[in-house]
């Protein structure tokens, strides 16, 4: 008697299945029609189905050498995305005699994490040629990072094509730490995100990282012109930044933007907010600027008082995104062999 997985019904059954598998595998292999799908989870499944274990192998050996690079790898990300859509442009070297992203203001000298995100790709590439964008690198290596760092994880939707640009202009108009309010709120509108959630869950990737004295140091001694400091600052937290970037100190000093836990990715980026010890002044505005009132703080209170809250928030807003202006049709990007060249 024969058994149930090899009677002509199972049989069929399977076939029907692999056959339905090939055709996603031939989907999602490359060409015009997996450019002209919609970003999804399962896009490497059959072309490199390890992808996500290979990148996240090398998030973890470079994490050993450089506490850092989590945070920076998902400042790439946001860096990327907000100029020109995510497709992998900040990755790109200067060619042709031209500036690129790499070069505006928000980018040279404290953008890093490149080589991190050189190295996935070359594992990558040995894997499975020619497969997996790196556009879609920053946006696996973001989720990763995050999620090592205690935070959450989320599907990240794949499928991304890089593009054969860079934007060195619109690269200057990134969201800065000086920005007012209405500013910030313009540039998010301008990405496709919303102005108020979206705005305050992406500035709550400042819970771990680093970030220079330079960016302070109006805050403590010359807050506006005014030479005095930014009355918003707490005034613990401002003696104790005075010591760490004192006036006319080296502008590269590093320091915590969370000084609470400042390597694990959780709420407290929120709860320093609500007792003025924001870093950045665009930070601090988010929670005590008038136009927050009725705007942004009342998220800011509701996410220092959840980090679930925020985690759902967070998570939402960075596959939000992951969407903004990508390029799936093979006529206007690629698989780059490397991430710093078009082929």
């Keep these: 008697m024969a058994s149930p997985s090899s009677s002509p019904v199972a049989l069929r059954g399977a076939a029907t299945l692999a056959a339905l598998l090939a055709a996603v595998c031939l989907l999602h292999a490359g060409g015009a029609a997996a450019a002209a799908a919609d970003l999804c989870v399962d896009y490497y499944d059959c072309t490199c189905p390890d992808a996500y274990k290979i990148v996240q192998g090398v998030l973890v050996q470079a994490h050993k050498s450089d506490p850092r690079i989590f945070a920076s790898l998902i400042r790439l990300h946001f860096h990327d995305c907000f100029v020109q859509g995510c497709d992998g442009s900040l990755l790109l070297n200067t060619f042709n005699g031209m500036e690129t992203e790499q070069d505006a203001i928000p980018n040279k000298g404290s953008a890093r994490g490149y080589s991190v995100v050189d190295a996935a790709k070359a594992a990558l590439e040995a894997a499975c040629p020619g497969v997996v964008s790196c556009a879609d690198i920053l946006a696996i290596a973001s ?48 990405a496709t995100l919303d102005d108020t959630t979206d705005l305050v869950a992406l500035s709550g ?57 400042p390597d694990k990715f959780d709420k407290n980026y929120f709860t320093n907010l609500e007792v003025n010890r ?5 930070d601090q505005i988010l929670k005590s600027h008038p136009l ?17 809250a925020f985690f759902k928030a967070f998570a939402h807003s960075m596959i939000k995104m992951g969407n903004i202006r990508v390029i799936k049709d093979p006529s206007k990007g690629e698989v780059r062999k490397r991430c710093a060249f078009v082929n």
């Design 143 to 190: 989720e990763i990072s995050v999620q090592l760092s205690g935070g959450p994880g989320w599907s990240v939707l794949l499928g991304r094509l890089d593009g054969f640009t860079s934007n060195f202009t619109a690269a200057g108009e990134l969201p800065g730490p000086f920005d007012p309010l209405n500013t910030l709120k313009e540039k998010f509108r301008t």
């Design 205 to 261: 990737a400042h819970t771990f990282g680093r970030v220079q004295c330079q960016f302070v140091t109006d805050r403590l001694y010359n807050f506006s012109g005014t030479n005095r400091p930014d009355p918003t600052l707490n005034a613990g937290y401002r003696a104790f930044l005075s010591q760490r970037c004192p006036r006319n100190g080296p502008v590269g000093s590093l320091n915590d933007l969370d000084p609470t836990t």
């Design 292 to 308: 927050a009132v009725g705007t942004t703080a009342p998220i800011i209170d509701r996410f220092a008082g959840s980090q679930d």
């Design 278 to 282: 924001g870093f950045l002044q665009s």
